[in-house]
């Protein structure tokens, strides 16, 4: 009754909208049938002071005080609930359970679970928001073919043709 199960491996049993253990992360198994491979990861007693452009997946449990940009268009940036990120956050996909202080700028899917908190705007494509999450700030949803564009882009004025 209680003792061990043949039916389903213990990670299908995690439901669907919970965060993926860092345990799970840094040991390369698959969550959801995604992969949760990490290229980057950033410990919770590092602090990082400037700019990082990262490629693959960056998984951040320390501190971040700098922009943050991805490289390319499948790159994933995962927050973990003792991570924290000062500064603007541009990148193709986000899952956050932690908090940024800045702006944001996904051109893909935006997960934020519980503890997620953002002080800042958030431009998104898809988002996935859970109870208790937090945002101080504007949602922008943006269309797919507006998403290359991270910024909405100021409107040009032409002067009056009888002018």
């Known amino acids: 009754m209680f003792g061990k199960s043949s039916k389903a491996p ?5 439901p669907a909208s919970a965060p993926v253990p860092a345990a799970a ?30 490629s ?22 995962i927050l973990n609930e003792q991570g924290r990120i000062q500064g603007e956050v541009r990148v193709p996909s986000m899952v956050l359970n932690g ?10 899917k935006v997960e934020l679970f519980e503890k997620a908190r953002i002080n800042g705007d958030v431009y998104y494509n898809l988002l996935e928001m859970a109870v208790g999450a937090e945002v101080n700030g ?23 043709a009888d002018a």
């Open 10 to 14: 213990a990670t299908a049993a995690r």
């Open 25 to 54: 992360v840094s040991s390369g198994q698959e969550q959801r049938g995604r992969s949760t491979r990490v290229d980057t990861q950033i410990g919770a007693g590092t602090t990082i002071d400037g700019d990082l452009q990262f």
């Open 56 to 77: 693959g997946v960056l998984n951040v449990e320390g501190v971040i005080k700098g922009n943050i940009t991805a490289s390319g268009d499948g790159e994933t940036l």
């Open 99 to 108: 908090s940024i202080e800045g702006d944001v700028f996904a051109s893909g």
């Open 138 to 160: 504007k949602l922008v949803r943006q269309k797919p073919a507006e998403s290359h564009q991270v910024a909405p882009a100021p409107r040009e004025t032409t002067p009056p």
